[in-house]
Protein backbone atom coordinates (compact mmCIF):
# COMPACT_ATOMS: atom_id res chain seq x y z
CA UNK A 1 0.00 0.00 0.00
CA UNK A 2 1.06 3.67 -0.86
CA UNK A 3 2.03 5.67 2.43
CA UNK A 4 0.46 9.02 2.15
CA UNK A 5 2.46 11.67 4.00
CA UNK A 6 1.05 14.61 4.39
CA UNK A 7 0.65 18.11 6.64
CA UNK A 8 -1.97 20.56 7.85
CA UNK A 9 -4.89 21.72 5.85
CA UNK A 10 -4.22 25.14 4.99
CA UNK A 11 -0.96 24.10 3.45
CA UNK A 12 2.06 26.88 3.79
CA UNK A 13 5.41 26.03 2.49
CA UNK A 14 6.82 23.62 5.71
CA UNK A 15 3.48 21.91 4.97
CA UNK A 16 3.83 21.68 1.32
CA UNK A 17 7.39 21.07 1.59
CA UNK A 18 7.91 18.53 4.17
CA UNK A 19 5.76 15.69 2.56
CA UNK A 20 8.00 16.34 -0.85
CA UNK A 21 11.08 15.46 1.33
CA UNK A 22 10.30 12.77 3.33
CA UNK A 23 7.94 10.99 0.43
CA UNK A 24 11.49 11.13 -1.35
CA UNK A 25 13.20 9.84 1.65
CA UNK A 26 11.00 6.63 2.27
CA UNK A 27 10.67 6.09 -1.43
CA UNK A 28 14.21 6.97 -2.75
CA UNK A 29 16.54 5.79 0.43
CA UNK A 30 14.18 3.24 2.41
CA UNK A 31 12.37 1.68 -0.50
CA UNK A 32 8.97 2.34 0.54
CA UNK A 33 6.05 2.97 -1.80
CA UNK A 34 4.97 6.63 -0.54
CA UNK A 35 4.02 9.81 -1.89
CA UNK A 36 3.34 13.32 -0.71
CA UNK A 37 -0.19 14.99 -0.24
CA UNK A 38 -1.53 18.15 0.12
CA UNK A 39 -4.92 19.50 2.42
CA UNK A 40 -5.63 22.07 0.25
CA UNK A 41 -4.20 24.40 -1.76
CA UNK A 42 -1.22 25.91 -1.27
CA UNK A 43 -0.64 29.06 -0.03
CA UNK A 44 1.42 31.54 -2.50
CA UNK A 45 4.49 31.09 -1.28
CA UNK A 46 4.01 27.40 -1.05
CA UNK A 47 2.97 27.57 -5.32
CA UNK A 48 6.05 29.51 -5.59
CA UNK A 49 8.27 27.14 -3.98
CA UNK A 50 7.29 24.16 -6.33
CA UNK A 51 7.60 26.76 -9.66
CA UNK A 52 10.96 27.62 -8.39
CA UNK A 53 12.97 24.16 -8.35
CA UNK A 54 10.35 22.37 -10.71
CA UNK A 55 8.39 20.51 -8.14
CA UNK A 56 5.38 18.45 -8.94
CA UNK A 57 2.48 19.55 -6.95
CA UNK A 58 1.27 17.16 -4.91
CA UNK A 59 -2.34 15.43 -4.79
CA UNK A 60 -5.05 17.06 -2.67
CA UNK A 61 -7.01 14.79 -0.99
CA UNK A 62 -9.69 15.59 1.45
CA UNK A 63 -9.83 12.64 3.29
CA UNK A 64 -8.19 9.73 4.38
CA UNK A 65 -9.70 5.68 3.90
CA UNK A 66 -9.99 3.64 6.70
CA UNK A 67 -6.35 1.66 7.16
CA UNK A 68 -4.28 4.35 4.34
CA UNK A 69 -1.25 4.53 6.08
CA UNK A 70 -0.27 7.55 6.54
CA UNK A 71 2.31 9.79 7.90
CA UNK A 72 1.78 12.88 9.68
CA UNK A 73 4.39 15.89 9.28
CA UNK A 74 4.00 19.60 10.43
CA UNK A 75 0.77 19.40 13.00
CA UNK A 76 -0.50 16.79 15.48
CA UNK A 77 -3.89 18.87 15.63
CA UNK A 78 -6.77 16.58 14.48
CA UNK A 79 -8.73 19.51 13.49
CA UNK A 80 -6.20 20.78 10.68
CA UNK A 81 -6.05 16.58 9.76
CA UNK A 82 -9.00 14.87 7.65
CA UNK A 83 -11.78 13.77 9.26
CA UNK A 84 -10.95 10.40 9.13
CA UNK A 85 -7.88 10.54 10.44
CA UNK A 86 -8.28 8.24 13.61
CA UNK A 87 -9.36 5.64 11.39
CA UNK A 88 -5.71 5.42 9.28
CA UNK A 89 -2.64 3.71 10.05
CA UNK A 90 -0.64 6.13 11.25
CA UNK A 91 3.02 5.50 11.29
CA UNK A 92 4.49 8.23 12.19
CA UNK A 93 3.96 11.69 12.98
CA UNK A 94 7.23 14.43 12.51
CA UNK A 95 6.82 17.76 13.61
CA UNK A 96 7.46 20.80 15.74
CA UNK A 97 4.51 22.32 17.35
CA UNK A 98 2.80 21.80 20.97
CA UNK A 99 0.54 18.27 21.48
CA UNK A 100 -2.63 19.27 21.64
CA UNK A 101 -3.86 15.51 22.35
CA UNK A 102 -7.00 14.14 20.09
CA UNK A 103 -4.95 11.88 17.70
CA UNK A 104 -5.34 7.85 18.03
CA UNK A 105 -3.17 5.14 16.78
CA UNK A 106 -4.01 1.20 16.29
CA UNK A 107 -0.52 0.56 17.47
CA UNK A 108 2.76 1.81 18.36
CA UNK A 109 4.24 4.69 16.64
CA UNK A 110 7.06 6.57 15.75
CA UNK A 111 7.26 10.14 16.73
CA UNK A 112 9.74 12.87 16.61
CA UNK A 113 8.53 16.72 18.10
CA UNK A 114 11.60 18.82 18.61
CA UNK A 115 11.32 22.65 19.38
CA UNK A 116 13.09 23.51 16.11
CA UNK A 117 11.65 25.80 14.04
CA UNK A 118 10.38 23.52 11.08
CA UNK A 119 9.70 20.41 9.84
CA UNK A 120 12.57 20.20 7.14
CA UNK A 121 14.92 20.62 9.78
CA UNK A 122 13.89 17.60 11.78
CA UNK A 123 13.83 15.84 8.84
CA UNK A 124 17.25 16.78 7.79
CA UNK A 125 18.65 15.11 10.87
CA UNK A 126 16.88 11.96 10.34
CA UNK A 127 18.39 11.27 6.91
CA UNK A 128 21.78 12.13 8.18
CA UNK A 129 24.72 10.85 5.77
CA UNK A 130 21.98 10.02 2.83
CA UNK A 131 21.72 13.91 2.33
CA UNK A 132 24.56 13.03 0.02
CA UNK A 133 21.70 11.62 -2.63
CA UNK A 134 19.11 14.44 -2.15
CA UNK A 135 18.22 15.69 -5.36
CA UNK A 136 18.73 20.02 -6.02
CA UNK A 137 14.55 20.54 -5.77
CA UNK A 138 13.89 18.41 -2.75
CA UNK A 139 17.01 20.43 -0.96
CA UNK A 140 15.58 23.78 -2.71
CA UNK A 141 12.03 23.10 -0.72
CA UNK A 142 14.00 21.89 2.38
CA UNK A 143 15.63 25.91 2.17
CA UNK A 144 12.15 27.26 1.42
CA UNK A 145 10.69 25.47 4.58
CA UNK A 146 13.29 26.90 7.04
CA UNK A 147 13.33 30.40 5.40
CA UNK A 148 9.64 30.61 5.55
CA UNK A 149 8.82 29.00 9.02
CA UNK A 150 11.54 31.04 10.66
CA UNK A 151 10.75 34.52 8.44
CA UNK A 152 14.35 34.20 7.06
CA UNK A 153 15.79 34.01 10.87
CA UNK A 154 13.64 36.89 12.00
CA UNK A 155 11.63 34.76 13.98
CA UNK A 156 12.23 33.49 17.73
CA UNK A 157 11.34 30.18 16.96
CA UNK A 158 14.49 29.96 15.06
CA UNK A 159 17.00 27.94 16.59
CA UNK A 160 21.09 27.68 15.45
CA UNK A 161 20.51 24.02 13.88
CA UNK A 162 18.07 26.21 11.53
CA UNK A 163 20.41 28.51 10.70
CA UNK A 164 23.05 26.46 10.21
CA UNK A 165 21.29 23.71 7.76
CA UNK A 166 19.88 27.12 6.06
CA UNK A 167 23.00 28.71 5.19
CA UNK A 168 24.82 25.03 4.33
CA UNK A 169 21.89 23.89 1.63
CA UNK A 170 21.89 27.82 0.68
CA UNK A 171 25.67 27.53 -0.03
CA UNK A 172 25.44 23.82 -1.94
CA UNK A 173 22.53 25.23 -4.13
CA UNK A 174 24.54 28.95 -4.97
CA UNK A 175 21.34 30.28 -4.01
CA UNK A 176 21.54 33.99 -1.89
CA UNK A 177 19.65 33.68 1.05
CA UNK A 178 18.59 37.30 1.11
CA UNK A 179 17.59 37.50 -2.15
CA UNK A 180 15.81 34.33 -2.34
CA UNK A 181 13.57 35.16 0.66
CA UNK A 182 12.80 38.32 -0.39
CA UNK A 183 11.24 36.25 -3.83
CA UNK A 184 9.10 33.79 -1.27
CA UNK A 185 8.13 36.85 0.71
CA UNK A 186 6.83 38.86 -2.19
CA UNK A 187 4.71 35.25 -3.40
CA UNK A 188 3.04 35.17 0.57
CA UNK A 189 2.09 38.85 0.28
CA UNK A 190 0.69 38.77 -2.80
CA UNK A 191 -2.90 38.17 -1.54
CA UNK A 192 -5.12 40.44 -4.13
CA UNK A 193 -6.55 36.85 -5.06
CA UNK A 194 -8.21 36.41 -1.59
CA UNK A 195 -11.43 36.88 -0.49
CA UNK A 196 -11.56 38.52 3.32
CA UNK A 197 -12.82 35.42 4.57
CA UNK A 198 -10.36 33.47 2.74
CA UNK A 199 -7.50 35.78 4.43
CA UNK A 200 -8.82 34.91 7.41
CA UNK A 201 -8.65 31.56 7.22
CA UNK A 202 -5.22 31.03 5.09
CA UNK A 203 -3.11 30.79 8.37
CA UNK A 204 -5.19 30.31 11.10
CA UNK A 205 -5.30 27.99 14.01
CA UNK A 206 -7.77 27.38 16.59
CA UNK A 207 -7.13 27.78 20.30
CA UNK A 208 -9.16 27.67 23.63
CA UNK A 209 -9.04 29.82 26.00
CA UNK A 210 -11.30 29.08 29.67
CA UNK A 211 -14.49 30.75 28.59
CA UNK A 212 -13.60 31.45 24.55
CA UNK A 213 -13.22 29.71 21.41
CA UNK A 214 -10.33 31.94 19.73
CA UNK A 215 -9.38 31.43 15.70
CA UNK A 216 -5.87 32.88 15.98
CA UNK A 217 -4.90 33.93 12.28
CA UNK A 218 -2.01 35.81 10.98
CA UNK A 219 -0.57 36.91 7.71
CA UNK A 220 2.46 37.14 7.40
CA UNK A 221 3.98 39.97 4.90
CA UNK A 222 6.35 42.63 3.77
CA UNK A 223 3.01 45.07 2.43
CA UNK A 224 1.24 45.17 5.79
CA UNK A 225 -0.56 48.32 4.61
CA UNK A 226 -2.19 46.13 1.58
CA UNK A 227 -4.00 44.21 3.72
CA UNK A 228 -4.34 46.92 6.43
CA UNK A 229 -6.49 49.08 3.90
CA UNK A 230 -9.24 46.15 3.68
CA UNK A 231 -9.35 46.43 7.86
CA UNK A 232 -12.96 47.41 7.54
CA UNK A 233 -14.26 44.37 5.46
CA UNK A 234 -11.72 42.08 7.05
CA UNK A 235 -13.38 43.09 10.82
CA UNK A 236 -17.22 42.27 8.88
CA UNK A 237 -15.87 39.15 7.64
CA UNK A 238 -14.83 38.17 11.31
CA UNK A 239 -18.29 37.56 12.07
CA UNK A 240 -19.37 35.17 9.43
CA UNK A 241 -16.35 33.44 9.34
CA UNK A 242 -16.61 33.12 13.63
CA UNK A 243 -20.23 31.64 12.86
CA UNK A 244 -19.32 29.34 10.17
CA UNK A 245 -16.60 27.91 12.17
CA UNK A 246 -17.93 27.83 15.55
CA UNK A 247 -15.51 29.69 17.07
CA UNK A 248 -16.20 32.79 19.75
CA UNK A 249 -13.42 35.35 17.89
CA UNK A 250 -11.44 35.43 14.99
CA UNK A 251 -8.04 37.24 15.99
CA UNK A 252 -5.68 38.52 12.72
CA UNK A 253 -2.42 39.71 13.46
CA UNK A 254 -0.79 41.29 10.38
CA UNK A 255 2.77 40.54 10.62
CA UNK A 256 4.96 42.80 9.04
CA UNK A 257 7.94 40.62 8.20
CA UNK A 258 10.75 43.33 7.67
CA UNK A 259 9.87 45.40 10.71
CA UNK A 260 9.48 42.93 12.75
CA UNK A 261 6.01 43.99 14.53
CA UNK A 262 2.68 42.52 14.49
CA UNK A 263 -1.04 45.01 13.80
CA UNK A 264 -3.72 43.31 15.60
CA UNK A 265 -7.19 44.13 14.50
CA UNK A 266 -9.72 45.25 17.10
CA UNK A 267 -13.26 45.12 15.65
CA UNK A 268 -15.11 44.81 18.90
CA UNK A 269 -14.27 45.67 22.76
CA UNK A 270 -13.75 41.83 23.28
CA UNK A 271 -10.67 41.91 21.30
CA UNK A 272 -9.62 44.96 22.84
CA UNK A 273 -9.91 44.07 26.35
CA UNK A 274 -7.86 40.81 24.97
CA UNK A 275 -5.41 43.15 23.65
CA UNK A 276 -4.73 44.93 26.97
CA UNK A 277 -4.90 41.96 28.86
CA UNK A 278 -2.44 40.01 26.57
CA UNK A 279 0.14 42.61 25.28
CA UNK A 280 -0.33 45.60 27.64
CA UNK A 281 -1.06 47.66 24.79
CA UNK A 282 -4.28 50.08 24.88
CA UNK A 283 -5.33 49.74 21.23
CA UNK A 284 -5.65 53.33 20.06
CA UNK A 285 -8.88 52.49 17.30
CA UNK A 286 -9.61 49.78 15.27
CA UNK A 287 -5.64 48.37 15.37
CA UNK A 288 -2.59 48.15 17.87
CA UNK A 289 0.94 48.00 17.17
CA UNK A 290 2.80 45.08 18.85
CA UNK A 291 6.67 45.50 18.94
CA UNK A 292 8.75 42.64 18.16
CA UNK A 293 5.85 40.23 18.11
CA UNK A 294 6.81 37.50 15.06
CA UNK A 295 5.17 34.31 16.19
CA UNK A 296 2.18 32.94 17.11
CA UNK A 297 3.57 29.71 18.46
CA UNK A 298 6.13 31.54 21.20
CA UNK A 299 4.66 35.12 21.51
CA UNK A 300 0.83 35.34 20.54
CA UNK A 301 -0.65 32.16 21.72
CA UNK A 302 1.27 32.46 25.03
CA UNK A 303 0.20 35.41 26.21
CA UNK A 304 -3.84 35.35 25.09
CA UNK A 305 -6.12 36.27 28.08
CA UNK A 306 -9.51 37.46 28.02
MN1 LIG B 1 2.90 24.83 8.94
MN1 LIG C 1 6.17 24.21 10.25
Known amino acids: ?72 VDTNNPAELPANIN ?38 KMIGKDMARMPEGIKGAMLSCIL ?33 AAQMFAAKSDVS ?22 RVSVLETTAPQVVLDRKDSLMQAMQTVAAEDGVDQVLLFVVDILNE ?11 KTLAEKSFGMAPDGDTVVLPGVMSRKKQIIPSLKI
Request: aromatic share 6%; with cysteine; proline share 6%.
Open 148 to 180: SDTLEFRSPTTTDEDRTLAHDLARDLGIDIGDY
Open 87 to 124: KANIHSIIDHHRLVGGLETRGPLEIRIEPVACTATIMW
Open 261 to 271: EATLLIPNDMV
Open 193 to 214: AFSDAELLRMDSKEFDLPGAKL
Open 1 to 72: MTTLVFGHTSPDTDSTGSPIIWAWYLSEVKGIDARPALLGQPNTEAAFMLERWSLEKPQIITDVDEGQRVVI
